[in-house]
């Protein structure tokens, strides 16, 4: 569906001052470009804009903001002369609800989205319905380094890398899906059907399609990249020929340009610049790049990323988004919340309290468990709608009853804890309804207790937790299929209850509408950190 703005007094637009441009140059001094130390002919040069998107997961709230704020880009660069582009870096839509897929695609074409990369999110849908959801897209997907087998439904539709002309200049755009493809999605037809290469051969793989591409005289290369930070690192230094990549996976918030961090050196001693933009659709980037156009090396650069909450949602796209979703159901008010937490996977989140009690409480089983990255999203003082809901648990996979032992319940709670020590806090806490938990900042679980229906808490000796003694617990199919290898994979081993077609925002919209009373969300200490 084409979206299309008459009135731009409809908007109300942020400042060029509220962007953040916090850039250092080549030398490592503080200023709003970088200048590449090198002689170039400013009369040979080309000036590139990339309006950059990754990791909105389906958050339909931000996606309107960051329409609204791609109006106001063009509005201000309609003068430009630079090669313009729109690009993604994969995770745009989230879980398997075939109308967020939709939702999700509908944004990305009136943005003007050129290409994406896909990422794991992208894969929660099966094959059928992912390469279905694609037939109105704009935009390519691609995802060099999947293994789609012949008559895949996906065999055609993911491509691994495509030239496009801008005013005569030609670029490369190439794009990768995530190494850990199938450990970031449930046990689903993606997972048994599409392959993904190890990442030592991807490095090959891009290495001799940038040699191909400087033999037909193709000097800029984009690589859209939904491999985490880390990688894009590895793939900056180890390869020659790769000028950007357009990254995400990670969710770091790549503020400006630094050296050494987002700013490094190709084999060939070319500069590469990296982007991330966060996640959840909170921020969006502009990168500007001047280029020698004689030999493709980018000699000036401008990184801005922008928070999207500066923009209120664009309201043609809201319209749109609700004649997929349907509108909103009421379903009461919000009296309080917790403060928001600072990083997201390792505080205790008083909102994924909520939500796991409102499962527990529905489904009436002992446990209520699930990763805190599956929250999201915060509640907000006021009324309380379906939508809201929703976009504190955007990932839709589907719920699951499954019985676990003690000893299987504290692994899994001390496999969350080791977030506290490891890098980037992944794959994060447990968030618990029916537990109580201490757990120490190097990643130690110190004690726990059972919280039984009446709320008698039962201490678990956590050093030899009862192999035999069996919990009834209701979780989704990420956790249940050994998603963030908390546990095993339950649904391999055949080994759940009950499926049910429905995801946590329902279970939370029926507990909310059953309470008929205002909401409170607190932290009632059921998580406790402690130094040591």
Partial sequence: MDLKINNLQNFRYMPLSLRRSNVQTFKGTDNDSFEKNTKFSPDNTVQTDI?????????????????T???????????????????????????????IVKAANTYMNGLGVEATADGNHEYDASPSELAESKKGAKFKSLGMNLQIPKGNPLDGVIEKSFVIEKNGHKYAIIGLAP???????????????????????????????????KKQGINKVILLSHCGLEKDQRIARETSGIDVIIGGHTHD???????????????????????????????????????DDENGIIVKAQNNVTASNNFKRNRVLKGVFDQILGKPEQLGTIKSVAPQVKNRLIDPNPNGFFIMDAVRKEFDTDLALINVGNIRGFFEVGPLDSRQVFEVVPLKNNMVKLKLTEKEVVDAIKNGAKSFTNPGSKPGIVIPSGLKYTVSKKGDLKEMSFIDKTGKEIPIDV???D???????????????????????????????????FDKDKLTCDYVKKLNAPVEIKDDGRIKVVDA
């Avoid at 090669?83 to 870096?89: I, T």
């Avoid at 630094?258 to 502009?286: H, M, R, W």
């Fill in 51 to 67: 309006f950059y998107i990754n990791d909105n997961h389906g958050r339909i709230g931000n996606m309107a903001r960051i329409y």
């Fill in 69 to 99: 704020a791609k109006k106001m880009y063009d509005n201000l660069n309609k003068d430009s002369k630079a090669d313009k582009f729109v690009l993604a870096a994969g995770d745009i839509s989230a879980g398997a609800d075939l109308h």
């Fill in 179 to 213: 190494p850990d493809l199938h450990e970031r999605i449930r046990d689903n037809e993606s997972r048994k059907q599409i392959g993904i290469d190890d990442f030592e051969k991807t490095l090959k793989d891009i290495q001799s399609v940038a040699d191909e591409y």
């Fill in 253 to 291: 918030l790549l503020e400006g340009i630094k050296e050494g961090k987002n700013l490094l050196y190709s084999k060939s001693n070319e500069p590469v610049i990296i982007t991330q933009a966060g996640k959840d659709g909170e921020y969006f980037g502009d990168l500007k790049i001047t280029w």
């Fill in 463 to 465: 050093n030899n937790p």
């Fill in 467 to 501: 192999p035999n003694k069996i919990y009834t617990v209701a979780t989704d199919d990420f956790f249940a299929s050994g998603g963030d290898n908390l546990i095993s994979n339950k649904v391999a081993e055949n080994k759940i209850d009950e499926k049910f077609d």
